[in-house]
C-alpha cells in the first residue's frame, strides 16, 4: 500500500531522512520508532506531502504521490496528531463530519456516518455527538480523533505519536482501543512513536530508524527482539529484551499442566501473555498459578511451562 524509494530529505546541510526505503503492506499496521532527530515524523510527513522529499520516490496504493492533487491525496489518507487537534467551535459530530462535508456526502449519509464511526471509536453518539471538545477528556478527545481521521473510509491512517500527551493508564487504554478498531477495518496504518514499548505492543512490523534518518532495522517486534541487526538497535532496545518478548507471547499458545486435584490459588486470565504469567507465578507461594478463563480452570501454568512456550516460539 506505501512505499519508500530511496527517499532523502535535507534541510539545508543537515540530512532528516537518509536513503530511506521501506515497503508498508495493505492492512498492516507499522510503527516508525527511534530517538529524538531520527527522522520519524518527517517520514509521516513526507506520506501525505506535508513536507516534500529532495528525492527519492513515495507511492501509495501503486501512484506516485507527486502526480496526484495535495488536497485529493490528503482527503484519501487520516491523519491523526497529537492531542487530537480538534475544531474547538465544531461539535464532536460535526468534526467527525470535516471530511465528508469536504467530499460533498449528503446530510443523512453523513449522519451514518458519524454514528458508525463514534460506536466504533467506544463513544456512544447519543452521549457525545453534540459536545464541543473541552466538554471531553484527553482521550475521549483523542477518540474523535482518530474517528475523524476515518470519516471518509480511507484506506491509509497515519498518527504521529497519538498518545504521547496521555496518561499511562488513558495511553494503555487507548492503545488497546486503536488494535481493537484495527481488527474490525484492516486500515494500512503507520504510527510514530519514541517509545519502543508502544511500537512493540501495536506493530505488526516496527521501523526502527537511527540518528540521520537511517534505517536501522524492519522486523516483526518478535523478530526484533530475537534477533537484532546491530549494536545500536540492541542497545535501544534495552536490556530486558527476554521479558518484553514474553509480553508479546499469547499465555494460550503454552502447553499447560493438567490442573489434577486443588487449582494453585493464584489466578491468571488465559487471555494475558507469558510475562503476564510470570509475575502471577513469581509471587506465588508454590511457583504455579491456575489459567483460567472467566470461572472455568484450563490447566496449570509454571516456570517451566512459560520456558517451554517462549523456546518455541
Known sequence: MIS??????????????????????????????????????????????LVEPTSGTIRVDGRDTRERGVEELRRSIGYVIQQAGLFPHLTVAENVATVPRLLGWDRRRIRTRVDELLDLVGLPPG?????LPRALSGGERQRVGVARALGAD????????PFSALDPVTRLRLQGELLRVQSLVRKTIVVVTHDIDEALRLGDRVILLQTGGRLAQVATPAELLARPASDFVAGFLGGDRTLRRLALVPLHSAELRSADGAAPAERVDAGGSLRDALEVVLRSPDGRAAVVDGDRVLGVVDAEVIRRAAVTR
Not at 535535507?10 to 531522512?17: C, I, K, L, N, P
Not at 536513503?19 to 508498508?24: A, H, K, N, P, R
Not at 527511534?34 to 517520514?43: A, E, F, L, V
Open 4 to 49: 519508500l524509494e530511496h527517499v532523502v530529505k535535507r534541510y539545508g546541510d543537515r540530512v532528516a531522512v537518509d536513503d530511506l526505503s521501506v515497503e508498508i503492506g495493505a492492512g498492516e499496521l507499522a510503527v516508525l520508532v527511534g530517538p529524538s532527530g531520527c527522522g520519524k515524523t518527517t517520514t509521516l510527513r513526507m506520506i501525505n506531502r
Open 154 to 161: 480511507p484506506p491509509v491512517l497515519l498518527m504521529d505519536e
Open 127 to 131: 452521549d457525545y455527538a453534540e459536545r
